[in-house]
């Protein structure tokens, strides 16, 4: 498979590997981009993680937490460009959109879609979404949405850059007074700033350790080809260890300790025992506007060229 500039650039983007690095590793996996970053990473030459998927997609995402605060909703509807993101009619829409999610009984985007438009019932929510892209002009989507209740607590939210970024925490506990809810914010605050992939190590699964131990295995013995067993496996532990730090939420330092060793964790422990309170925080959902959607990269003078029949 003939190896392009593109798929180098890519791959570079995703691991911050060197340009010949990432063309010498699609030249040996054979353009498979993944086992392409699996390759880098056991010659040590690319960081655990990819980079989070090219954010090309505008919109908005919004949260709606109930008067109660027991439940809420976090939706992120697309559109093309971030001149109609920034438009007033379109975040009206999109508050539409909040509140017809809020009370819908669906549990996926499709069967939502099919539901009657709460503020119009004569219309499906696809039909008012048709009626949207005509008057604003642009092809719009209702991508996603997430719904989250707490009988035994409350649910914190939190937007981020004017929409681009939506969160919500639910957090069961035992009392709820300013001090609680400040802590609450500021743990949806650190999961729009910090992007965990989890709440905590419980929600990583064993294969998810399995495969990032095989890979940091080779890595390890390729940079001490001469270590026992145990220095390899101790190696391998303190970097699996150092990698959860960074995707689950409690485990990461919080952004805002004094020390700038606080975890979360050991932060809502601090706020619960202030408070004489009982605080877990049992999840998140975190939704980055256009997250994972690729947009098509324009070269104008190639499309010019092509145009011309150069």
């Known amino acids: 498979m003939a190896i392009t500039a593109g798929m180098v650039k890519e791959l570079r983007e995703m691991t911050g590997a060197g340009m010949m690095d990432c063309k010498k590793a699609l030249t040996a996996t054979e353009g ?23 954010v090309a997609a505008e919109g908005l995402c919004k949260t709606l937490v109930s008067e109660d605060e027991k439940s809420a909703v976090v939706v992120e509807v697309n559109s093309e460009t971030d001149f109609v993101a920034k438009n007033e009619k379109f975040q009206e829409y999109v508050a539409q959109v909040a509140e017809a999610a809020m009370e819908t ?32 002009g642009e092809n719009l989507q209702i991508r996603r949405f997430a719904k989250v209740s707490e009988e ?55 294969d998810y350790i399995d495969h990032e131990k095989e890979i940091l295995t080779v890595a390890a013995k390729n940079e001490k080809p001469d270590a026992n067993e145990k220095i390899i496996n101790g190696m391998v532990m303190g970097r699996i260890n150092k990698e959860l730090k ?3 939420l409690l485990d990461q330092v919080y952004v805002k300790a004094e020390d700038g060793k606080q975890s979360v964790a050991k932060y809502v422990e601090e706020v619960a025992k202030a408070n004489s309170a009982k605080i877990t925080i ?27 029949n150069m």
């Open 32 to 54: 498979d981009m993944d086992k392409a970053v699996e390759f880098l990473r056991e010659k040590g030459l690319a960081t655990a993680q990819k980079k989070a998927s090219r």
């Open 105 to 136: 009984s669906a549990a996926t985007t499709e069967e939502f879609l099919a539901q009657p438009w709460k503020f119009d019932t004569t219309k499906t929510v696809q039909e008012a979404l048709a009626g949207q892209v005509a008057v604003i």
């Open 152 to 206: 035994n607590g409350f649910i914190a939210s939190y937007t981020h850059m004017g929409g681009k970024i939506g969160v919500l925490v639910d957090v069961e506990t035992d009392v709820i007074n300013d001090a609680v809810k400040e802590m609450a914010k500021n743990v949806a605050m650190q999961a729009a700033a910090l992007k965990p992939l989890y709440t905590n190590r419980n929600e990583v699964s064993q």
């Open 246 to 248: 960074e995707i689950c």
């Open 282 to 308: 049992k999840s998140f959902v975190r939704f980055e506007t256009g997250e994972g959607i690729e947009k098509k990269e324009e070269n104008f003078a190639e499309e010019v060229a092509k145009q011309m």
